[in-house]
């Protein structure tokens, strides 16, 4: 049994994590998005490590984490214009990009692909690690596989202690959700995750921005995804998600013979008034949803509950992401009022 530090982000600690990085261990990183678990891309056995520590399907292939251009230029085999533009625009900040991979990339970091994932993330701390360690850096969400992500050092350490050796503690994730993730070709982008980053925001940079059915739709298990990742469960409470969309009026009545002492409801902030017990809030808007949507997730299962109904969000700009995420959480159980 391994024990793991909650670690100030001092430099001392940041160098210290990339001493341990650079013997092959694994640490869990804060980033604007969610925590990640970080090792490093070059070293299979570390990344071997991060597969095991999650419990990941190794079939979902992990993104790649620079903090300079340099190390971009080294993990592509393809720089073109367009995603010259993105990288100028967009980084540091929460957007991967999938682009053709070069020759220095592990076939355990793509799970096979030809393609590798890459983003450079804005979090100080999270810059100052790969800097510290000249390599990128693999860092896929810091929780189990399955559950709902860590955007705090406690949820790292709720699913994680005892299997790593340290947490660098970089307060709550600002942004909450995962970074966007997009398919860059010649002149055209397809948007297989949303995030933070929009696709109006994209269209900006390019006109032909698609959105991949599999963000809206429970992926036909004949046909082949481009992102491993959508065939698995993700960001799940253990109790049973039921996504609910409609107004607030429809929402009331449809639960209104429905909650008990084990179900809950997950409402707007400014819906709460309505309900007597047994309500959580996830937010006022869309940027708020995002940042609080996975602690409230984790502090469903602190309450115990069996069963949640939670108001589907809005389903433009990030709330897409949110919507897509809670679409997820629940197995695709949607209810349309
Ligand atoms: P996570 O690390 O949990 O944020 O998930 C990363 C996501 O990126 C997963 O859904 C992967 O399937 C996806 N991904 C990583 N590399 C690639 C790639 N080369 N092509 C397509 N999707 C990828
Ligand atoms: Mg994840």
């Given at each position: 049994m391994i024990y793991t530090k909650i670690l100030k982000p001092t430099d001392e600690n940041i160098s210290c994590c990339a001493s341990l990085i650079k013997s092959s261990d694994i640490v869990a990183m804060p980033t604007e998005t969610v925590y990640g678990l970080a090792?490093?891309?070059?070293?299979k056995n570390a990344v071997a490590k991060i597969f095991d520590a999650k419990g990941r399907p190794q079939d979902n292939p992990l993104i790649c984490h620079i903090s300079n251009f340099d190390m971009l230029l080294n993990l592509t085999c393809k720089m073109s214009n367009l995603l010259y533009r993105i990288a100028e625009r967009f980084w540091p900040g929460p957007l991967t990009v999938i682009v053709p991979r070069s020759d220095c990339v592990l076939d355990i970091v793509t799970a096979g692909l030809d393609t590798v994932a890459i983003r450079f993330p804005s979090h100080i701390v999270a810059q100052k690690l790969i800097n510290e360690c000249g390599f990128p850096l693999v860092a896929p969400s810091a929780n189990l596989s399955g559950t709902p992500s860590p955007t705090t050092a406690a949820h790292v350490y709720d699913d994680l202690k005892g299997k790593i050796k340290a947490i660098l503690d970089g307060?709550?994730?600002?942004?909450g959700v995962e970074s966007t993730i997009i398919k860059v070709d010649d002149n055209e982008i397809k948007l297989l995750r949303p995030g933070a980053i929009t696709i109006k925001m994209l269209q900006k940079v390019c006109k032909n921005v698609t959105a991949d059915i599999t963000i809206f739709n429970k992926p036909d298990e004949n046909i082949k995804v481009i992102s491993p990742g959508v065939k698995y469960k993700h960001y799940s409470p253990k109790a049973n998600v039921i996504l609910v969309d409609g107004s607030l009026s429809q929402f009331k009545k449809y639960i209104s013979d429905k909650l008990d002492n084990n179900t809950f409801c997950v409402v707007f902030d400014e819906d709460q008034a309505h309900f007597k017990n047994n309500v959580l809030t996830y937010g006022k808007d869309s940027l708020s949803q995002a940042h609080n949507i996975f602690s409230v997730l984790r502090k469903v299962d602190d309450l115990k509950a069996n069963t949640v109904f939670i108001r589907c969000p809005q389903k433009t700009d990030i709330g897409l992401a949110v919507y897509n995420r809670l679409l997820r959480a629940s197995g695709f159980n949607l209810v349309k009022l």
């Open positions: 090792a490093s891309a070059y070293d307060g709550t994730c600002k942004i």
